[in-house]
Every structure is written in C-alpha cells, then in structure tokens.
Nanobody
C-alpha cells in the first residue's frame, strides 16, 4: 500500500506560479512511477504529467508542456509539480497517483494509488 498526500494548492492570478508536492508513505516509493492528474468541475479527470521510477523518463500533456515541470526526490519520497504561467483553464483539483510502471501513470484509468487532491484556482 502506498499513501499519497498532496499539498501546495491555492489561488493565484493568471501568469502566476504554484508548486504542488506529493508526499508518499508506505512501500518504497522509488519502486513506483508517479503521475499528476487534474479534474475540473464537470469534466473528466485528465493526465497532466508522469515520471518514471528513476526520474529519467518524463511525460507531459500537450496543454502544459513548457509551463509545468515534474520532478521527484526518492530520498524524500516526494514528487513535485512546478506550475508556471498559469491560466484560468488550469483551474482544477490536482491529484497525485502511483503505479509500478510509468506507462500506467499516463492515463487516469490505470494508477493503483491516488491522493485526495488539492485545489488550484487561477483567476483572470
């Protein structure tokens, strides 16, 4: 079992930045790939970013490429999402997720573990 807890959400104006953090506990987190997803009101949950167990392979949704950066600290059992140049369309609840394989953190249907989510609100 892997427990995930997100933090760092909040309200920001368009063009601003936020840094989300996901703290993992339970099993050895370095054995798991991690992903970030988001869900806006009335919309389906969507993939944002994914990172492999070693941190070598990284993937982004087209909508966030060049603005968001995912990173992990295996010694600290954390995965972070740096979000820059935020837009109102980025407003959503952001979730951290984990699975042993990075291919399974690229879709909201397949991660084994989920955090509770953190709200990000971007105003124009």
């Amino acid at each position: 079992q892997v427990m995930l807890v997100e933090s760092g959400g909040g309200a920001v104006q368009a063009g601003g930045s936020l840094r989300l953090s996901c703290a993992a506990s339970g099993r050895t987190f370095s054995n798991y790939a991690a992903g970030w997803f988001r869900q806006a009101p009335g919309k389906e949950r969507e993939f944002v970013a994914g990172i492999s167990r070693s941190g070598v392979r990284i993937y982004y949704a087209d909508s966030v490429k060049g603005r968001f950066t995912v990173s992990r600290g295996n010694a600290e059992n954390t995965v972070d999402l740096q979000m820059n140049s935020l837009k109102p369309g980025d407003t959503a609840v952001y979730y951290c997720a984990a699975h042993r394989e990075v291919s399974s953190v690229l879709s909201p249907a397949t991660p084994d573990y989920w955090g509770q989510g953190t709200q990000v609100t971007v105003s124009s």
